[in-house]
């Protein structure tokens, strides 16, 4: 069963960091790209970060130059380093990976973890 388990979310001081984790187990033939989405209360999920073949990275404007994603191969693991926090970004940050797997190319979400970023 191909499953993505993320961590390392919680609450954090305006300014601050964390980083998220979230690895793809089961059976994974290759991975296409992986990305981070976040949804806050009363708003729609939007687009964070993603990882395109390991190497090509995109960010949303409100995360340029704070936020860095980044991914371990052989751990088949997604991370997004988050920096100078503002309480703007305060979410559910969700994980998803696109992935070749035996059914064929299949997109997967985590469980979601809560990011909180208030004094």
């Known amino acids: 069963q191909v499953q993505l388990v993320e961590s390392g979310g919680g609450l954090v001081q305006p300014g601050g960091s964390l980083r998220l984790s979230c690895a793809a187990s089961?059976?994974?033939?290759?991975?296409?790209?992986m990305s981070w989405y976040r949804q806050a209360p009363g708003k729609q999920r939007e687009l964070v970060a993603i990882?395109?073949?390991?190497?090509?990275?995109r960010y949303a404007d409100s995360v340029k130059g704070r936020f860095t994603i980044s991914r371990d191969n052989a751990k088949n693991t997604v991370y997004l380093q988050m920096n100078s926090l503002k309480p703007e970004d305060t979410a559910v940050y969700y994980c998803?990976?696109?992935?070749?797997?035996?059914?064929?190319?299949?997109?997967?979400w985590g469980q979601g973890t809560q990011v909180t970023v208030s004094s």
């Open positions: 089961g059976l994974i033939f290759s991975i296409n790209h």
């Open positions: 998803n990976a696109n992935m070749r797997v035996r059914d064929g190319i299949r997109s997967y």
């Open positions: 990882i395109i073949s390991g190497v090509s990275t």
